[in-house]
């Protein structure tokens, strides 16, 4: 299992948790749920290093695994194209993972000369997530909204692949999806236990 004890933080006087427990598995993909304000963000940025902490819980977590943190805000190169992108992060991705234009699901041969600045946002979701699924050596990848932005078919490629992946490590995504497709749901509650159920999507 990959669960902590006793997560505490807080934004000066606002807190968002105080000793909770977070039950994690340790592959899978697992739905971050709760409504808006209650931390589902606030904890994958914790788990992935994008908010420093004081909490030496989340210190130690971090220690133990390597997780990474990817939205649509990772494609800050704007006048890079697709493939340019993939270009740059070739070293971090396995061999065997590396998309080839129409050979993977979630990317397009046209897309690849495209810019990322003129990707709309499904298309840009589309990019992170096929960097993310393909990174090696990582233990818990952390994705906020995912989905946001595709189609129903791009979903569902998506959501495949993430399924696919979650064979061999931990995915943790935040969303406001009321379709419940992943392996776990995690109900995220301020100041409070944070429960962990599985969702029978996999058997």
């Known amino acids: 299992m990959k669960s902590l004890a006793r997560v505490d933080h807080a934004f000066g006087s606002h807190v968002i948790f105080d000793r909770a427990s977070v039950d994690l598995p340790d592959r899978g993909v697992v739905a971050l749920r709760g409504p808006n304000g ?5 904890l994958l940025k914790l788990l992935g290093g994008m908010i420093s902490t004081s909490c030496t819980e989340i210190a130690r977590w971090r220690k ?19 493939e340019e992108h993939l270009d740059m992060v070739r070293p971090l991705i396995g061999p065997s993972e590396m998309p080839e234009g129409d050979g993977h699901h979630l ?21 992170v997530l096929t960097v993310a699924l393909a990174l090696k050596n990582v233990d818990v990848l ?38 419940h497709w992943t392996d776990y749901d995690l109900a995220v509650r301020q100041k409070d236990t944070i429960e962990l159920r599985p969702t029978g999507a996999r058997k």
């Open 38 to 42: 209650c931390g589902k963000t606030t």
């Open 64 to 82: 133990d695994f390597t997780a990474v943190y990817l939205d649509t805000d990772f494609l800050t190169l704007d006048y890079l194209t697709v």
């Open 107 to 127: 990317l397009t041969e046209q897309m690849m000369p495209t810019k990322v600045a003129d990707l709309s946002l499904g298309q840009r979701q589309r990019l």
């Open 142 to 179: 952390l994705l906020d909204e995912p989905l946001n932005g595709l189609d129903q078919q791009g979903s569902l490629v998506a959501r495949q692949s993430m399924l696919a992946v979650g064979r061999s490590r931990l995915i943790l995504v935040a969303t406001h999806e009321d379709d």
